[in-house]
Nanobody, 125 residues
C-alpha cells in the first residue's frame, strides 16, 4: 500500500510562492506518475498538474499554466507555485495510481488509487 505525504503548504500573500512536496512513507515514488489536485471550500476537487513516471511528460490546468511547475527527483515530487492568487487557496493533494507508467500521466482523479491527506494552502493578504 503506497502511503503519500504532502508538505509545504501554508499562508502566503498574493503574488507569493510556495513549494509543495509529495513523498511516499515506505516506498519510492520512482516510475509512478503523480498528480496534484486541490479542493477549495464548497468546490469540487480539481486537477492541478501531473508528471509521468519518467518525469518527461507533464500537464497543467489552464488556471495554473505559467505559474506552477511540477518536477521530481528520486525521492519526491514537487509543485513549485509562483504568483499565487487567492483563488489558488485550498487543500492540495498528491496521488498515485497502482501501476508504473513511464511516459504519461493522468488528469482525471479516478485514475488514481492512492492519495495523501493533503496540505492547506491559503493565499490571502
Amino acid at each position: 500500500q503506497l502511503q503519500l505525504v504532502e508538505s509545504g503548504g501554508g499562508l502566503v500573500q498574493p503574488g507569493g510562492s510556495l513549494r509543495l512536496s509529495c513523498a511516499a512513507s515506505a516506498f519510492t515514488l520512482d516510475y509512478y506518475p503523480i498528480g496534484w489536485f486541490r479542493q477549495a471550500p464548497g468546490k469540487e476537487r480539481e486537477g492541478v498538474s501531473c508528471i509521468s513516471g519518467s518525469g518527461g511528460r507533464t500537464n497543467y490546468a489552464d488556471s495554473v499554466k505559467g505559474r506552477f511547475t511540477i518536477s521530481r527527483d528520486n525521492a519526491k515530487v514537487y509543485l513549485q507555485m509562483n504568483s499565487l492568487k487567492p483563488e489558488d487557496t485550498g487543500v492540495y493533494y498528491c496521488a498515485a495510481p497502482d501501476r508504473f507508467v513511464q511516459d504519461m500521466c493522468f488528469t482525471a482523479d479516478y485514475e488514481y488509487d492512492f492519495w495523501g491527506t493533503g496540505t492547506q494552502v491559503t493565499v490571502s493578504s
